[in-house]
């Protein structure tokens, strides 16, 4: 897995709580170029989107113009902008996350 961009508020202790064992197959990259932004939604097998807040939601829209799934929090523009092409959770727990990604990455039709 790989997690790229700025970390967020609270992005502290969500990571402290996260197993060693998880985060062994992390790989953190920090802030990264529009280049480097665009080569890496374009292998990814699915994108998710949780922050609590977002604007017009640019990242996931490309996601979804390059033909990755999203999995997005129903929250801020979100849910208007990606209306019934993201699969959406509610809260952001780690286990509703888990079980939506894990959805996206074994159902193919759920994935296209």
Not at 41 to 69: D, H, K, N
């Amino acid at each position: 897995s790989v997690l790229a961009g700025k970390p967020g508020l609270g992005w502290e202790v969500a990571w402290a709580a996260t197993p060693t064992e998880v985060k062994a197959h992390i790989h953190s990259l920090g802030f990264v170029t529009s280049t480097q932004a665009e080569t890496l939604q374009s292998m990814a097998t699915a994108v998710i989107m949780i922050s609590r807040y977002e604007g017009f939601g640019i990242p996931p829209v490309e996601s979804l113009a390059a033909g990755v799934p999203v999995v997005a929090r129903r929250a801020g523009s979100l849910p208007e902008v990606l209306n019934d092409a993201a699969v959406f959770i509610t809260g952001g727990a780690p286990a509703e996350t888990a079980a939506a990604l894990d959805g996206v990455v074994r159902d193919s039709h759920l994935r296209h």
